[in-house]
C-alpha cells in the first residue's frame, strides 16, 4: 500500500535560519508530489508541484524552494526562514494529475520566531 | 476568477441531528470535486470525487452530491468522531491547458454527544 512520510511533525525556527523539511513516498512510482501551506481561516496555498526528478514548478513568488532528488524524495526549503513563513505544511502524492484527489502527509507546523 | 466557497465556516451539531455542508464553486472546465477530512493538526484524508451533475457518492454517514453549481456533504445523525473540519475542492482547466487544485476554506464540524 501507498504510504506518505513527513517530518517534523513541529518545528520552531529562528528568523534568518534555515530550512528543510523532507517528504517521502512508498508504494507507488512516479508519483506527483505537491507542497502546500495551510494558514489558519485561509485554504490551502499549493507552493510547489513536481511531475518527476528535478522538475519543479512553483506557484507562488516567496522564499522557499523545492528540489526533488530522488523520485519519491521532495523537500522544501529555505535560505532564511521570515517570520511570514510559519505555517502548517502540507506534502501530498497523486497519480497523474490528481483526477482521482491527493493523499497528504500529517503535516509540519513551523513557528519561526 | 476561479472560486470556491464553503459554507457555514463553523457548525455545532448535537449527536443524531442530520445537516448539510455546502461548497460552490466558479470555475471552468471542472474536472472534479473533492470533499477532504481534516483532523486538528494532521493532513486531509480523501473522502469522495464527483465528477459530473446529478453524481452522488456515500460512505458511512456521509453523502455528497452534485450540481453545476456546488455540491452537499450531507451527514446522517453525525455522531461526535465525525467532529473535524470538512474541505472542499476543485480541480479544473487553466487557460493554457494544465490543471489547477482549488481548495475552500472548510467547514469546522463540532458533534456534541
Known amino acids: 500500500s501507498q504510504t506518505i512520510h513527513q517530518w517534523p511533525a513541529t518545528l520552531v525556527q529562528p528568523v534568518g535560519s534555515p530550512l528543510s523539511l523532507e517528504c517521502t513516498v512508498e508504494?507507488?512510482?512516479?508519483?506527483?508530489l505537491y507542497w502546500y501551506r495551510q494558514a489558519a481561516g485561509r485554504g490551502l496555498q499549493l507552493l510547489f508541484y513536481s511531475v518527476g526528478i528535478g522538475q519543479i514548478s512553483s506557484e507562488v513568488p516567496q522564499n522557499l524552494s523545492a528540489s526533488r532528488p530522488q523520485d519519491r524524495q521532495f523537500i522544501l526549503s529555505s535560505k532564511k526562514l521570515l517570520l511570514s513563513d510559519s505555517g502548517f505544511y502540507l506534502c501530498a502524492w497523486s497519480t497523474g494529475m490528481g483526477q482521482f484527489g491527493y493523499t497528504f502527509g500529517s503535516g509540519t507546523r513551523l513557528t519561526v520566531v | 476568477e476561479d472560486q470556491v466557497t464553503q459554507s457555514p465556516e463553523a457548525l455545532r451539531l448535537q449527536e443524531g441531528e442530520s445537516s448539510s455542508l455546502n461548497c460552490s464553486y466558479t470555475?471552468?472546465?471542472?474536472?472534479?470535486l473533492f470533499w477532504y477530512r481534516q483532523d486538528p493538526g494532521k493532513g486531509p484524508e480523501f473522502l469522495f470525487t464527483?465528477?459530473?451533475a446529478g453524481e452522488e457518492k456515500e460512505k458511512e454517514r456521509l453523502k455528497a452530491t452534485l450540481t453545476k453549481k456546488e455540491s452537499f456533504l450531507h451527514i446522517t445523525a453525525p455522531k461526535p468522531e465525525d467532529s473535524a473540519t470538512y474541505l472542499c475542492a476543485v480541480q479544473a482547466v487553466g487557460t493554457s491547458g494544465t490543471y489547477k487544485y482549488i481548495f475552500g476554506t472548510g467547514t469546522r464540524l463540532k458533534v456534541l454527544a
Open positions: 464527483l465528477y459530473s
Open positions: 508504494g507507488t512510482s512516479n508519483p506527483n
Open positions: 470555475v471552468s472546465g471542472l474536472r472534479g
